[in-house]
């Protein structure tokens, strides 16, 4: 079936740094990918859809300059978490639709990330 | 109003019992509905989706959508301890929007 992979699964970084997550589908080509960050036990919250391509769309609330989303390939999406801060501290994690299959979404491991 | 409800539970059964979990939600323009098993610290693995009214059954699961109710569960048959985990219903109308999830417990 379709893999989507997803890297670092744990990152713990200082405040201030910046951090990036790698998303690869692996199977498919996905010109739309989707990050989610989701905090203990809650649900996932869509923080942006990434488009190949061209610039990602991001959900009211989440700052664009913070969380830098690149799409340069088909098979590749970057979250970048610049200037992390404690409370940026959660699990993120992307999805991928596989165009073959509609409907469906295909999720990574996700990656957690810890900020001190 | 969330556009999509979710008990969360927790949720805790003996091993073989019947699990019946459900969301509700408001958008009536929604056409995909799914339900995702999630484990402690991984991403979210799909079990089932549907795009129409109706029971869908796969093995000891079946997703039922009432979309004239907006309702939407999942029935887990002979539970094992292995279904232990959080279920997440989704549903997609232009982007995939989850619920809060349920956290189920089979107990052996």
């Known amino acids: 079936g379709a893999v989507v992979s997803q890297h670092p699964s744990r990152v713990i970084c200082k405040s201030g740094t910046s951090v990036k997550i790698e998303c690869r589908s692996l199977?498919?080509?996905?010109?739309?990918m989707f990050w989610y960050r989701q905090f203990p036990k809650q649900s996932l919250m869509l923080m942006a859809t990434?488009?190949?391509?061209?610039?990602?769309?991001?959900e009211q609330g989440v700052e664009k300059d913070k969380f830098l989303i690149n799409h340069a390939s088909l098979t590749l999406s970057t979250l970048t978490v610049t200037s992390a801060h404690p409370e940026d501290s959660s699990f993120y994690i992307c999805?991928?639709?596989?165009?073959?299959?509609?409907?469906?979404?295909?999720f990574g491991e996700g990656s957690r990330l810890t900020v001190l | 109003q969330k556009e999509v409800e979710q008990d969360p539970g927790p949720l805790s059964v003996p091993e073989g019992a019947i699990v019946s979990l459900n969301c509700t939600y408001s958008?009536?323009?929604?056409?995909?509905f799914m339900w995702y098993r999630q484990y402690s610290r991984k991403g979210p693995e799909l079990l089932m989706y549907?795009?129409?009214?109706g029971n869908k059954e796969d093995g000891r699961f079946t997703a039922q959508v009432d979309k004239s109710s907006k309702y939407i569960s999942l029935f887990i048959r002979d539970s094992q301890p292995s279904d232990s985990a959080t279920y997440l219903c989704?549903?997609?109308?232009?982007?995939?929007?989850f619920g809060q999830g349920t956290e189920l417990s089979v107990k052996p």
């Open positions: 999805s991928a639709r596989d165009p073959g299959k509609p409907g469906e979404l295909f």
């Open positions: 199977d498919f080509q996905a010109t739309t």
């Open positions: 990434s488009n190949e391509g061209s610039k990602a769309t991001y």
């Open positions: 958008n009536s323009a929604f056409q995909y």
């Open positions: 549907t795009y129409s009214s």
């Open positions: 989704a549903v997609q109308g232009g982007k995939l929007i």
